[in-house]
């Protein structure tokens, strides 16, 4: 029982995380990108990774967490795929209107539990199909307010869906089946993402802004923030993996979901952006639609504790506690793979 709770409260320090810093990169590139001039998405997306990557590795130095080898196929693949998956969201935002790139970010839910019911044969009973159902209707009405059609954008939309849906259910498959935390799996494959970003940001922000981001005038504050929006991405980056390997990728974009309810409402009380009753009835249902689907989860897991109790003795990993794990567990891991060196895992 007490491992059970040592996880349950790891995923909650987890989720909250993942809300804290996503909400407020947020409110920091809003203000960033729409107070301040600085349009450059993609390009900035590179730098927040190159700022996880450098600041992982002076974690490694100072021994705060272990890493681990894995093939470098599977880690350049992995990486390079999620770095496509930004710059394809962000160019569907650029190609379609703003109703229509909500459309999309909804429709990663039910796209990500076809794949994982067809090709993981995972099950979804209809009361979590339900819950998903309402949190769904809940976001549409709230953050949609036009559907402007195009058939780049459209096209583009579903690239980013696909991508998208895959690179989180490998964040999560690749956790589990070789045993690697969040923090080695990010180490890992920052560098990846940076570099196809770093490469293809410039491009993509000029083909979207019409404006080359080398040839924009840094002033002093637009760096700081540029500084702030780094270093609050470690903690986004670092959530986002934490929460896909704790829960699962739905759950993470139910939990995006409230972050986009949370920042239409912090828009309104801090930087006075319209509100509605659509707006107020769209978070309500969403979060009641979120209420359910954490209490049908939560019960369903209850059963399966109940049905299989060995299995809960399995639920604890590498990642239940702080990123600053103890001495001892540094030294259990380092005995635990010690036989296995030799040989570096793949899922290639």
């Known amino acids: 029982m007490g491992e059970v709770s040592s996880f349950q409260l790891g995923v909650i320090g ?19 990108m729409s107070n301040l001039g600085f349009l450059f998405a993609t390009t900035l997306t590179s730098w927040h990774l190159m700022v996880t990557f450098c600041t992982l590795h002076a974690a490694l130095r100072f021994n705060l967490f272990e890493s681990k080898p894995v093939d470098m196929k599977t880690v350049m693949l992995f990486g390079i795929l999620n770095g496509v998956s930004i710059g394809f969201l962000n160019l569907s935002l650029g190609f379609n209107s703003i109703g229509f790139y909500q459309m999309t970010k909804l429709a990663i839910i039910p796209f990500t539990v076809m794949l994982e019911t067809i090709f993981l044969k995972k099950q979804f009973s209809s009361k979590i199909k339900f819950s998903l159902f309402l949190l769904l209707v809940g976001v549409g009405i709230a953050s949609i307010t036009d559907l402007q059609l195009n058939f780049v954008g459209t096209i583009l939309s579903l690239l980013a869906i696909m991508t998208t849906c895959v690179g989180q259910i490998l964040t999560n498959t690749i956790q589990k089946k070789l045993n690697v935390s969040s923090t080695q799996l990010l180490y890992q494959s920052a560098p990846f993402q940076a570099a196809i970003l770093f490469v293809s940001g410039p491009l993509v922000d000029q083909m979207l802004t019409k404006q080359n981001v080398f040839a924009y005038k840094y002033s002093p504050i637009v760096l ?36 986009t ?23 309500l249902i969403a979060v009641f639609g979120m209420g359910l689907y954490s209490y049908f989860c939560t019960q369903e897991n209850k059963k399966k504790q109940l049905v299989d109790p060995p ?6 990993d590498k990642d239940n506690s702080p990123l600053l ?7 259990q891991e380092k005995e635990n793979h010690e036989p296995k060196k030799s040989s570096k895992d793949s899922l290639v």
Do not use: E, W
Not at 25 to 30: A, D, F, M, R, W
Not at 311 to 316: I, P, T
Not at 325 to 331: L, R, S, T
């Open 14 to 32: 987890a989720l909250f995380l993942s809300v804290a810093s996503s909400v407020s990169i947020v409110i920091c590139n809003k203000a960033l």
């Open 261 to 283: 309810c949370l920042v239409l409402a912090f828009g309104y009380t801090l930087l006075h952006d319209p509100f509605t009753g659509r707006n107020i009835i769209g978070i």
């Open 224 to 259: 700081a923030f540029i500084i702030l929006s780094c270093l609050i991405a470690v903690s986004v980056n670092f959530s986002t993996f934490l929460v896909i390997g704790k829960t699962s990728p739905v759950t993470y974009q139910v939990l995006g979901h409230l972050k």
């Open 311 to 316: 299995l809960a003795s399995q639920v604890k």
């Open 325 to 331: 794990a103890g001495k001892n567990m540094d030294n």
